[in-house]
């Protein structure tokens, strides 16, 4: 069974915290700006409200690292993965009230393609690498091995956020799937 706490955090303006957090998946709930937060020295990776990270390692330790702008920021922490309640994706696929899903997939390398448009009425995406070497996503088509959020191999990342999501790696021909519901 999946434990997570709920942390909650007010950050002044470029401030860098180290609070004692354990698990293998951070999610930001709240906050108007973004973060950058470290786990136990694994890759930094900016986090925004409704982006959820399941890092593959656990850590005991993360570094959060606060923008130019002080705000009040809100994470959950622990083992397993925490899905948005509208997208059920363990033991298929369940999509509540007058919801339609999407499934596809497309091929990654090393210039940055467009993996799912915009779409203004999309409730959640979950995106999954299914090749064998890390994958990279953004949400602008400049997007780069050294900006994007890494996606490991087998990994899964979910979005809550309407934007197109770019994907980019440093091997060719790397599969990343996709499930997006939309109301």
């Known amino acids: 069974m999946s434990q997570f706490q709920k942390y909650t ?12 957090i354990q698990g293998n998946f951070l999610r930001m709930t709240g906050g108007l700006f ?19 990270i399941d890092f593959g390692l ?3 330790q993360v570094r959060i690292k606060n923008g130019a702008n002080a705000q009040t920021i809100e994470i959950y922490a622990g083992s397993g ?34 993996v799912v448009p915009e779409n203004e009425g999309r409730a959640s995406l979950l995106l999954t690498n299914n090749s064998a070497s890390i994958i990279y996503i953004g ?14 191999a087998g990994q899964s990342f979910t979005i809550t956020f309407m934007s197109s999501v770019y994907g980019i790696s440093d ?3 790397l599969n990343v799937r996709f499930i997006e519901e939309s109301n």
């Not at 007010?10 to 004692?20: D, G, K, M, R, T």
């Not at 033991?91 to 990654?108: D, P, Q």
């Not at 949400?139 to 490991?152: D, K, L, Q």
């Open 139 to 152: 949400v602008e088509s400049s997007v780069t091995v050294a900006t994007g959020i890494p996606i490991g």
């Open 58 to 60: 656990s850590f005991t």
């Open 81 to 114: 993965v925490i899905y948005d309640n509208r997208l059920i994706t363990q033991g298929g696929v369940s999509i509540n009230g007058n919801s339609s899903a999407t499934l596809g997939s497309a091929t990654i390398g090393t210039t940055a393609i467009e």
């Open 34 to 52: 973004p973060i950058v937060v470290t786990p136990s020295d694994i890759t930094p990776v900016e986090l925004q409200k409704g982006i959820g």
């Open 9 to 20: 955090f007010i950050l002044l303006a470029n401030q860098e915290i180290n609070p004692s």
């Open 171 to 173: 091997d060719t021909g």
